[in-house]
């Protein structure tokens, strides 16, 4: 359990990352939660891909990365 506790916080970081660099261009019409799950993060990645530019799309494969490392 204590092998997923930092890739929690690290999606947890990613997440409030992605909305408040790209909150305006990419999750206009999203709400951030306060405790995001791996679906709350993944919800947000295509919203990324779409909207975020280079560096949107490399956030979106973070945060794609550390969902598939926590199955």
Do not use: K
């Not at 997440?15 to 791996?38: C, H, I, K, L």
């Not at 709350?40 to 280079?54: S, V, Y």
Request: charged share 25%; hydrophobic share 40%; glycine share 8%.
């Amino acid at each position: 359990m204590s092998d997923q506790t930092p890739r929690v916080e690290d999606l947890v970081s990613l997440y409030r990352r992605a909305f408040s660099e790209y909150g305006v261009q990419a999750s206009w019409n999203m709400r951030a939660m306060d405790s995001p799950t791996a679906a709350d993060a993944l919800a947000i990645t295509r919203a990324l891909r779409l909207h975020g530019g280079m560096d949107g799309r490399r956030l979106a494969e973070e945060i794609e990365g550390l969902c598939r490392a926590a199955h």
